[in-house]
């Protein structure tokens, strides 16, 4: 009875790191969630539309540095060339974000009860319900946000060799369907849901099992009198989410390599495939190849672990029930 007490006592203690489905005001969380992750996508596009031009490049261009590419952006497009595909991005993402939020809370509470009974320790079952949800997400979303990518990457590259050009997102829909039909806008969507969704899941249980360690470490589960502060929330939410970029980003920069040319490149005999892309690859650059834009996706990778993780957490708290 006394170990019964202290648990829910230091599950309250830290409730705020932990703030279940059933808490939320989903109209509030859905239109919070929308307005931080449209900033925090601002803020991190340029290094986005760096690694898509480098993995794209010709060979001249693929050994760039990403502050090369950079200023290469900034010197023949000036300040918008950052933002290619922006808006497409930021506009088109938000029905996206609602149904990628609404999946992953729902299946991670549902993960969540589910093994509560089990014999499993907390950490593992913390572990699990945010792999189980970050998989799930991931699935649904992809549904939705694949065209989405063919459309601004393909924004994105443009001004580069034998890249073709558009006059905004619906002339990439209607050229891409006009020559590809809807499969077109499809392009990588196998690829991306074989591999981006154990990631995600890897990406999602990692940040779960480190935050729950983190504190562990700290005393908090074993402190009930002792609450984290504010400072403390983000600063570990933070580097729980910070480690899991950065080990997301080592994995996953390969898959992303093939999945981005699959995407926006062009000039295949025949219909495009995962096949074709490696063995196109490989004659250009290599097996380095596969690594193009490493140096920016490992910092847009970092910097998204960090700022997404500390978004969505203070989109959470923001959304609690009053």
């Known amino acids: 009875m006394a170990v019964e007490a202290e648990a829910t006592a230091a599950d309250f203690a830290l409730s705020e790191t932990n703030i279940n489905w059933d808490r ?23 290094t986005a539309v760096v690694k898509t031009r480098i993995q794209v490049a010709e060979a001249g261009l693929s050994h760039m540095h990403g502050f090369s590419m950079f200023r290469r952006i900034l010197r023949y ?8 595909g922006f808006g497409t991005s930021a506009i088109g ?9 609404t999946s992953l809370e729902v299946s991670k509470d549902m993960m969540l009860k589910y093994t509560e009974h089990m014999d499993l320790s907390e950490a593992t079952r913390i572990a699990l319900s945010n ?22 990457q393909r924004l994105m590259v443009q001004g580069l060799p034998e890249m073709i050009k558009y006059n905004g997102p619906f002339d990439v829909i209607r050229k891409v369907l006009r020559s590809e039909g809807l499969h077109g806008l499809y392009r990588g969507f196998g690829i991306t849901v074989a591999t981006q969704s154990p990631a995600s899941a890897l990406w999602w249980g990692a940040y779960g099992a480190a935050q729950h360690v983190i504190w562990r470490s700290l005393g908090y589960q074993n402190d009930a009198e002792k609450k984290p502060s504010q400072l403390e929330l983000v600063t570990v939410q933070a580097t729980a989410g910070t480690l899991a970029g950065a080990c997301s980003s080592i994995i996953t920069t390969p898959i992303d390599t093939i999945k981005t040319r699959l995407q926006v490149m062009n000039g295949y005999v025949g219909r495009p495939s ?15 190849g596969f690594y193009r834009g490493f140096g920016p996706r490992f910092l847009n990778m970092s910097l998204w672990g960090t700022s997404m993780i500390v978004t969505y957490e203070l989109t959470k708290r923001l959304s609690v029930k009053c």
């Open 24 to 46: 939320l005001d989903k109209t509030r969380f859905h239109v919070i969630g929308a307005v931080l992750f449209t900033l925090q996508s601002g803020l991190l596009h340029p």
């Open 77 to 84: 497009d000036g300040i918008l060339g950052l933002y290619r």
């Open 93 to 101: 993402s938000l029905p996206g974000r609602v149904l990628a939020l």
């Open 131 to 152: 792999g189980a949800a970050g998989l799930v997400s991931n699935v649904f979303s992809c549904v939705y946000f694949v065209p989405l990518d063919v459309i601004s």
């Open 274 to 288: 995962v096949t074709k892309t490696m063995k196109r690859l490989v004659e250009e650059d290599g097996w380095r």
